[in-house]
């Protein structure tokens, strides 16, 4: 005990919060703050790089890290890098060109020292890419007056006189972020058209920490992002400057977290969605805040289908949402605002050509909408547009400033080389098929809160449970992969951990990010991570991940691809996990861009094959809170999530698909029902997976959602008559939730009380999808 109290002393002295050690963690020289010298380079620059891609054919030879001034980059402000840093891109046979949707088996990091950066045409990204500036001082990528290309940095180029083809498939093209990196395109005409970033992404996407620059000239035709397609995704800490459209955006969904637009002339121009989320908006001096395109009530003419903002603080903006067409008495597009500060905005909602819907000034919106809203177990809807229900808050979810929580994902910017350890340095292989459960016990035994632990990029192969103490902080290398396999996890009748995230009832810092975890077929006992971990009081968020996914089959290593699992079959090699997450009930968390997914189809085989892969469950939260998720589960078997005795969640954008197979075979099959988990019954008219399972459980909040049934037994046809399931969200009368914005596909009852469908989406057809505004038990 004394020797415990004695590390929590040194902590404080080191001038850091101080941490909480869980038991287990032997640390001797306590973590405390950054050690890093000014003048030094962000320790990712400097540690040594051993990161391998372990199912590449060249394990040895395929280079991950990737610094461009390897490549003859320069960064000195004048020489153009574009080549140099293009090589850095693509070399390795590396996925993208157009010759390759997808491959788990070239990940890269393509690293920019500070500088600046001299860019004349596009970067085109590869799959599987992390784009990192140094974190300490981030490098700017400087387009010349002369750029010219589609973007400086293009997620999606399109191939020239390729009738539109593109190198990805939009809804596919997952594994990429974008970090610590000012886009300056200033220097181009400020009449020509010119884009900071094509980001046109799916899941498992992250923008972090992001500047572009813009002209501020009137009639400027510069924007920061253009997206016109795709399935996301995550973006936080972005910074806008001067444009034409700080963003303009569509996509099926995506949450937005902590977006700055400065003298933009719009700030946010939206072409269609079936919903976002907005989480922490700031919006000074433009014209329009949100100009969205609406009115899209047929398939025909999809347009932006739902759009909920929470936390924004807009000044000196005469607009800040306006539609296209007027939503008269009936949905024309949703619209859901909360906690709105206006100083200065004389339109709060408008339309073009003039009509004002709600007045602004200098005033705060505390929640109003546009669409239709639900009550309890009424089916009636009634059309608003003004005040709609107020979810209260829990206090726990909120910052000192009253707005929902949120942090950043850890980049550990000021720490010395000397304060991260590697776990290959310590003995761990990360070749997919080295037993490093032992290893990688002994790393987080030995340095839990001394050091910082980076996976170097590699597939750790694991065969029993992996216990990290509460007090550690785990960094990843472009999503370096924990894949567990072996009988340990082979028993559906007795569940076992993989990833157990701190000791039962244990308080303590524990960050991870960058992971992925896996398993190795079969595995239907396996509970890829046991989330035990509570924030330690007075450090919201100090329990989270952040870029961190679980990857269940469709990749290589994991034994669950074409050749075994093929869409059609029902292989029992083929279930996957028992349940992906698991927030126990002394948990906290905080989940920014958790993507649980099931592979629907192969990421390392051409024209990714369609696959039968099976997982029980996707999130169980049996937390009492307070929980952040702005994350996805999809394709798990029973439900994609399942809160029992629940408390204090917010969650959005939650995003799930009914698994592609069902009702062939049926849930729960392959697995059973297990009362342990507080599993829901399956009967015969409940026959594909829920979405969302609400049990007893208070004060959750779904701030924008998306439950989508596309398929039933592999074809689509009951898309056409919204019959592709019955049900897919569920709440006992024993539960309080308000739901905002929530968009369905395919089914025809979008919330159901107690098993019995309540909402109908008939009334609420709003272009491909059906949206309902709100509902409050
Ligand atoms: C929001 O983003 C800006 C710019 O990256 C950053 O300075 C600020 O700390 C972020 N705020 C929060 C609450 O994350
Ligand atoms: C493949 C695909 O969905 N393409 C669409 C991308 O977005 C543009 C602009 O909205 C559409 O015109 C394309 O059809």
Redo the contacts with the bound molecule.
């Keep these: 005990m004394l020797f415990r109290s004695a590390l929590l002393f040194l902590g404080t002295l080191f001038g850091a919060t101080p941490l909480v050690y869980g038991l287990g963690s032997s640390c001797s020289a306590p973590l405390g703050s950054g050690t890093a010298a000014a003048g030094d380079p962000y320790w990712l620059e400097t540690i040594t790089h051993q990161g391998t891609s372990a199912f590449n054919a060249n394990p040895s030879s395929y280079q991950v890290f990737r610094n461009v001034k390897d490549f003859g980059a320069k960064g000195d402000g004048v020489t153009d890098d574009t080549a140099a840093i293009n090589s850095a891109m693509s070399s390795g046979s590396r996925c993208g060109g157009g010759s390759c949707e997808s491959s788990t088996l070239t990940p890269a990091i393509v690293y920019f020292p500070s500088g600046t950066y001299v860019v004349s045409s596009a970067i085109n990204t590869y799959y599987y890419t992390q784009m990192i500036g140094d974190a300490k001082n981030p490098p700017t990528l400087l387009a010349s007056a002369g750029f010219s290309g589609f973007a400086v940095i293009d997620a999606d180029p399109y191939i020239p006189n390729g009738y539109?083809a593109?190198w990805f498939?939009?809804?596919d093209n997952f594994y990429r972020s974008v970090r610590n990196l000012v886009i300056d395109l200033r220097q181009i005409p400020s009449a020509t058209s010119a884009i900071g970033l094509h980001w046109?992404v799916s899941q498992a996407t992250s923008l972090i920490n992001v500047v572009v620059e813009m002209s501020t000239a009137s009639g400027t035709n510069h924007q920061g992002i253009f997206m016109?397609?795709g399935s996301g995704g995550f973006m936080g800490d972005i910074v806008f400057n001067g444009g034409k459209y700080g963003i303009q955006v569509?996509n099926q969904q995506f949450t937005v977290r902590n977006l700055t637009v400065n003298n933009a002339n719009t700030a946010v121009y939206g072409?269609?969605n079936w919903g976002w989320t907005f989480q922490g908006v700031t919006i000074n001096n433009c014209q329009v805040g949100f100009d969205l395109s609406t009115g899209g009530t047929t398939q025909a003419s999809q347009t932006v289908g739902s759009e909920a903002i929470v936390d924004a603080v807009v000044s000196n903006t005469p607009i800040f949402v306006r539609s296209s067409v007027a939503s008269n008495g009936q949905l024309a597009g949703s619209l859901v605002l909360n906690n709105i500060h206006l100083t200065n905005v004389p339109t709060a909602v408008g339309v073009v050509g003039g009509t004002t819907v709600l007045a602004g000034g200098t005033t705060t919106i505390a929640s109003w909408g546009q669409g239709n809203i639900y009550t309890g177990t009424s089916g009636s809807k009634t059309f608003a547009q003004g005040n709609i229900v107020s979810a209260s808050k829990p206090s726990s979810l909120l910052d000192a400033s009253g707005k929902i929580f949120g942090k950043t994902h850890p980049q550990y910017a000021n720490y010395a080389t000397s304060q991260i350890v590697s776990v290959k340095s310590q003995g761990a292989k990360g070749d997919g098929k080295t037993d490093d459960t032992a290893a990688i016990q002994n790393v987080f035994n030995k340095y839990a809160g001394c050091k910082i632990i980076f996976f170097d990029a590699g597939s750790y192969y694991v065969t029993n449970t992996i216990s990290i103490p509460a007090g550690t902080q785990i960094v990843g290398e472009a999503w370096s992969v924990i894949l567990a396999g072996g009988s340990n996890f082979n028993n559906q009748d007795n569940p076992t951990v993989v990833i157990q995230a701190g000791a039962a009832n244990s308080q303590g810092v524990l960050e991870i990010s960058d992971m992925i975890f896996s398993t190795v077929g079969p595995a239907p006992g396996a509970i890829v991570i046991e989330w035990n971990v509570h924030d330690p009081s007075g450090q919201q968020g100090a329990a989270g991940m952040w870029d961190s996914h679980i990857r269940l089959g469709g990749a290589t290593g994991t034994g669950m691809q074409n050749a075994e699992c093929p869409s059609g079959s029902v292989n029992a090699n083929c279930q996957a996990a028992f349940l992906g997450l698991h927030l126990t009930t002394a948990s906290s968390a905080y989940l920014e861009g958790t993507w649980i997914w099931t592979a629907d189809h192969d990421l390392d085989a051409s024209s990714s094959p369609q696959l039968s892969i099976f997982t029980g469950r996707g999130v169980l939260s049996q937390s009492s809170g307070p929980v952040w998720m702005i994350g996805t589960s999809e394709h798990s078997t029973l439900y994609q999530y399942n809160l029992v005795d629940a408390q204090n969640h917010w969650m959005g954008f939650t995003q799930t698909e009914t698994p592609y197979y069902q009702p062939v075979p049926a849930p729960p099959a392959p697995f059973f029902t297990d009362s342990a988990y507080r599993d829901p019954i399956f009967t015969s008219a409940i026959n594909m997976a829920w979405a969302l399972y609400v049990q007893s459980s208070q004060n959750i909040i779904l701030f924008g959602a998306g439950f989508y049934s596309f398929f039933q037994n592999y074809g689509q046809d009951c898309l056409d008559t919204i019959s592709c399931q019955t049900q897919i969200f569920n709440i006992d009368s024993a539960s309080s939730v308000t739901v905002y914005s929530l968009s369905t596909v395919g089914t025809t009852y979008q919330l159901s009380v107690s098993q019995n469908g309540v909402v109908n989406e008939n009334n609420n057809g709003d272009g491909f999808q059906e949206t309902l505004t709100a509902w409050s038990s």
């Design positions: 539109g593109q498939t939009n809804q046109q016109e397609n569509g072409i269609w």
